[in-house]
């Protein structure tokens, strides 16, 4: 597989992987010094300020009427505010990372306190164990409220991802998208929530970092970029997490937004390319790999060989998706 | 019958003297060729377009009231590498799945000392931009000549993709030699 040039890889390093690694690492560490409690919350500010800090840039930011600072335009990557007239769906991308990432958070404090609320007036001072049933019922009923509301968030910024071109010809790529990217969100985050350590984060970043490869091949620079960028964050939340020993599910629905909004949503707008079809499936389906380990027998399994398993389950796909697009396409670099 | 006839005679006239006094010339791919240069730190690439539809209507032979309305399809980008035109398709630039056309609509235009002065609305990826600039126009025989090369600054409509790498100003030259 050909390699792109090395100016061209050391761009992307200070442009991408630098900015938003660095920018994760600062807000992680400022958040562990609080106690790993705040890990949560903690990686979802890291994965929303390393993406802030990749995709600024002052160029052009400066009007030219009235010489002020246009916050607007100091964007890199993908503008900050959306144009309601574009018909770039892909514009709206950060708007529903950032929208996912606080209905995470919130919900899952929401089904936090009910359960411990209803719990404690139910059966005050008892056990797990001594309460039965109810706590079971009582834990469904906070699942209900966690999941609820994550996934009208996720219906509602599906409409932002699908043009309206699309979603008026059939109801399907909305379809998708939204079950896609619910079954990623549910997956990982029950996985993350079970296993301290960044592990899922690191398969998120592997996810994302494939994705960037895909659409380099699909002629995308700048999709690539904007998936390096997140990637680079993720990965800096699983290192962060792997050496605290905290849980940083609150970075997990940037991924939910970005995956499958870079690789599904935006397909319709990258150019005509022979990369195929299953390239992007594969990638924005690889993290579904790890359902098997939903099952409660499997779940907690944390040795290194299931580590191992895991690992191959999602690397597996995003490695046959890089092979399938750099064999049917070539890089742009070179002919440029 | 005497009335009749004065009446189609009259409403001859009206036809003759209002085909007369609009001149219309079709703006084709043929007619017209537009194109332009991106120049970066190492190099440059030659592009353009190659399929565009539109008039420029002249009323009474008088240049300076020069109309044109032209919209460009944008599917028909070229540059002079095969890999660069796909790129030049894509989200990094002119996007054209999700923009296929652009359109260029004179607002006004002023006779200079040799040349016009054309200003008109300019829109791109979904943006509109007034852009002025000189060009050289004619009209003999019914053939009308324009021909122009100017600079945009392609950041204004939001490409802003390369920025550092791509220089952001891009020279555009349209040359049109196009019979009524």
Redesign the interface.
Known sequence: MPLPPLKNTI?ALLQDVLPAAGGATLIMCLFLLLGRRAAAIGSATAIVFAFVWANF?L??SISSETGNLVWANT???L?WKV?P????V?HSIPRAALILVIVGLLSRWCGLLAFWYLHERRLPGATLAERGSPSFRLWWGANLLVWLPRISAVFVVSGWLV?EKDANESPWPRFTLVATMLLIWFILDVLARVREGGEIAAYLAMSLYAAGVVLLF??????MEIAVSVGSAMFEIAIAARVSKAYVSGAIPAGVAFLPGLILA?R??????EVPAISYWLVALAPLALAPFLIPFLSRKNGWYFRLIRAVLVLVPLVIAVVLAAQHE?L?F??? | MTRTLMTVFALGLAAAVASAADTKYPLTGETTKLKFVGTKAKGKHDGGFKTLTGTATVTDGNLATLKIEVDIDTTSIWADDAKLTEHLKGPDFFGVKDNPKATFKTTKVEKADKVYNITGDLTMLGKTKSIAFPASVSEAGGVFSFSTEFKIDRTDWGMTYGKGQIDNPVTISIAVTSKK
């Open positions: 761009e840039s160029d052009n964007y890199r990557l503008p144009d007239s574009s018909t770039s892909w043009s699909s002629h995308s620079a700048r999709f935006s319709p707008s990258l150019p005509t390319t070539q742009p070179d002919e440029e």
